[in-house]
């Protein structure tokens, strides 16, 4: 599987991105994509993830209200909105997918990544 991600970029706080990831390659049947971020001397963290029927989404305490993800299957695509940016969400953002159920936020559970994408909110 091969994801590319887009979208990412430089805003002030309090202003928005749409991140994209489309997926590629192997095909599942059942299948989760997420989104995890990195800043400069921290540990990967999860974001959110979303299962390929849409039904089960998941997300960090620190984004909820403010992130939405979304899918569009017949792009093979996911999405990440993010509203109400603070400089605390500077990071690279990563795209993963999960080649089976259930939705989880641990890195390790994640089978293939994107290569990033910078993400900068100034303040």
């Known amino acids: 599987v091969q994801l590319q991600a887009s979208g990412g970029g430089l805003v002030q706080a309090g202003g928005s991105l749409r991140l994209s990831c489309a997926a590629s390659?192997?095909?599942?049947?059942?299948?989760?994509m997420g989104w995890f971020r990195q800043a400069p001397g921290k540990e990967r963290e999860f974001v959110a993830a979303?299962?390929?029927?849409?039904?089960?989404?998941s997300y960090a305490d620190s984004v909820k209200g403010r992130f939405t993800i979304s899918r569009d299957s017949a792009k093979n695509t996911v999405y990440l909105q993010m509203n109400s940016l603070e400089p605390e969400d500077t990071a690279v953002y990563y795209c993963?997918?999960?080649?089976?159920?259930?939705?989880?936020?641990?890195?390790?559970?994640?089978?293939?990544w994107g290569q990033g994408t910078q993400v900068t909110v100034s303040s």
């Open positions: 390659g192997r095909t599942f049947s059942s299948y989760v």
């Open positions: 993963a997918f999960r080649a089976h159920l259930p939705v989880t936020m641990r890195v390790d559970d994640y089978d293939y």
């Open positions: 979303i299962s390929w029927s849409g039904d089960r989404i």
